[in-house]
């Protein structure tokens, strides 16, 4: 979830009373590179990926056998769907047994062309969608979030398996549901392929906090494509996110994407670049980003970046050259919060971990590899959120990402513990002082409401106007939230919490936790009955 102005104001003013900066943080070190935006690396994609208007290659280790299955083939990339092979890269060799793992993740190849003028994209998509539950299935349904973000997106050419469908929209057009001939069965898999068109809008405060805007020589493009919904127990699970919280509610999948744009770009996504070719003033980059629950992308001619190993993956923090001493800042609390994660939690995936500068009006929203950050936390009245930000957005990498969650409905298990491990963050940086401050902050969230005993595993909508605690998102689900895993690790024991936060972590890995399931397994761990706990904590009174 995104982290807003209002909502961090008084907090984080407490965390820097608490712990200072270390003015370490503020240096471009040895092992900062500086690279202009002109010295992108060179083009290494042979000239058929991008010159011949067929099937262009990806990798020379793509697998271009037909699919056995009788579905329709890719007709963007010449990798058969479940070759997974293009995905290796993005992921660290520990990670790469995931590839095996989630046969029926969705496929997504996306093919994109950017104006211009950065205010709209045209794209083809192509997705294999399995039927992984256990009932069959007589639609597909997709959500056209940008239909809700204050731009819009239009699907023109839709096919099933190759046969034109019409879809039916429904939700302020934000649904789009593909009906099927006959019921796809559990196991039984479909090809659904369109066009579609998005007009991206120019004004950040209108476009859902700036997250899906081309605003101040940045395009930020936020679930801009057509998703597959999430079909759980409540069926295809479809609703218009409460504006408090964040939009989307996504299975994790695998996404090949080639991007079309301006030379003078420098383009910034989910994932990690295939290839790369410029030609008559464009430039064509192929990317792909997998396990992952979404696709996320931003570009600028202004970006310039830093970055920093860290183990296996590079940290890239990109920012205009105005906001370079913001964006090493921004570099070196990302790898601090990494580590410190990596410790408490368990290894990130990735290869590559990307921090963005936009015009967004949050402080900082979080997305696959990629979490984009307000440009007003890298200098001027803001800067004092950048640490607690970065470390908190950093963080959703494993409580969003790796463990996904309903982020309507149970915004507690990404919030709460991003929240808390952040905590683990400032107390692993600057020991017992960083811990007490940024615990302050959290207590004086809570404050805000009088430290009321409202439940913290409430819809983001229960928070919000009209719900049954309005106004009280903020302090409860960022504030109380994080305090109760503090109250969960007391009753538990402090070991038995450690074991149980990296063993959740393990068996929710790319898949969609739930509150059921995060009580059970701490349950296992303690051999304790912890209904009283969650009663007084979490669920509803
Ligand atoms: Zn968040």
Redesign the pocket.
């Given at each position: 979830?995104?982290?807003t102005f209002l909502l961090a104001a008084l907090i984080i003013s407490m965390v820097l009373a608490g712990c200072q900066p270390s003015a370490s943080t503020g240096v471009l070190t040895t092992a900062t590179s500086v690279v202009p935006p002109t010295a992108a690396p060179a083009a290494t994609a042979t000239p058929a990926a991008t010159d011949s208007p067929g099937k262009p290659v990806v990798t020379s280790t793509a697998v271009t056998a037909a699919p056995s299955t009788g579905l329709p083939g890719s007709s963007l990339f010449e990798v058969a769907w479940d070759d997974r092979s293009p995905f290796a890269a993005g992921l660290v060799t520990g990670q790469q047994a995931v590839l095996e793992q989630q046969p029926g993740a969705s496929v997504y190849h996306l093919d994109v062309a950017l104006s211009d003028d950065m205010t709209t994209v045209h794209g083809r998509e192509e997705v294999r969608f399995t039927n992984t539950e256990d009932v069959p299935l007589d639609s597909v349904v997709f959500r056209l979030f940008p239909n809700l973000t204050g731009g819009s997106i239009a699907v023109s050419g839709l096919t099933v398996n190759g046969q034109p469908v019409e879809p039916i929209y429904s939700l302020e057009d934000s649904v789009m549901t593909v009906p099927l001939s006959e019921p796809l069965q559990p196991g039984q898999q479909a090809v659904l392929a369109m066009d579609f068109d998005v007009v991206v809008p120019t004004d950040p405060e209108t476009s859902n906090y700036g997250t899906f805007a081309s605003f101040d020589d940045v395009l930020a493009l936020a679930h801009f494509y057509p998703m597959i919904a999430v079909y759980d127990d409540e069926g295809w699970n479809v609703e218009i996110a409460p504006p408090e919280g964040?939009v989307v509610y996504a299975d994790s999948g695998y996404y090949l994407t080639r991007i079309t744009l301006p030379d003078e770009q420098v383009l910034v996504a989910s994932g990690v670049t295939l290839d790369e070719s410029r030609k008559d003033g464009q430039q064509v980059v192929t990317v792909a980003a997998g396990p992952a629950r979404d696709f996320y992308l931003a570009a600028s001619d202004a970006y310039q970046v830093v970055s920093q190993q860290v183990g296996e993956t590079t940290i890239n923090s990109y920012a205009p050259r105005s906001l370079q001493r913001g964006s090493g800042e921004v570099l070196d609390i990302a790898a601090a919060a990494m580590r410190s994660y990596e410790d408490h939690v368990g290894p990130y995936p990735y290869t590559e971990m990307d921090l963005v500068s936009t015009a967004t009006s949050a402080l900082?929203v979080?997305y696959p590899g990629i979490m984009a950050l307000t440009s007003r936390i890298y200098d001027g009245q803001y800067q004092q959120y950048l640490e607690a930000t970065v470390a908190?957005?950093v963080?959703?990498q494993w409580f969003?990402n790796v463990v996904g969650d309903d982020q309507l409905d149970d915004p507690w298990l990404?919030?709460a513990l991003?929240?808390y491990i952040t905590l683990l963050y400032f107390q692993d940086r600057y020991g017992e002082e960083g811990y007490d401050g940024f615990h302050q902050s959290l207590e004086s969230r809570w404050d805000r409401v009088n430290d009321e005993a409202i439940p913290v595993g409430l819809p983001v909508a229960a928070y919000s106007e009209g719900g049954e605690y309005p106004g009280t998102y903020g302090a409860i689900v960022?504030g109380r939230g994080p305090l109760f895993f503090e109250a969960l690790a007391q009753q538990m024991g402090q070991d038995e919490f450690d074991a149980f936060l990296r063993d959740y972590y393990q068996t929710f890995s790319w898949n969609i936790a739930t509150t059921e399931g995060l009580r059970a397994l701490a349950e296992k761990h303690c051999g304790c009955d912890l209904e009283q706990l969650f009663a007084d904590w979490v669920y509803p009174k």
């Open positions: 979830m995104k982290t964040d900082g979080e908190h957005e963080g959703h969003y990404d919030e991003t929240q960022y």
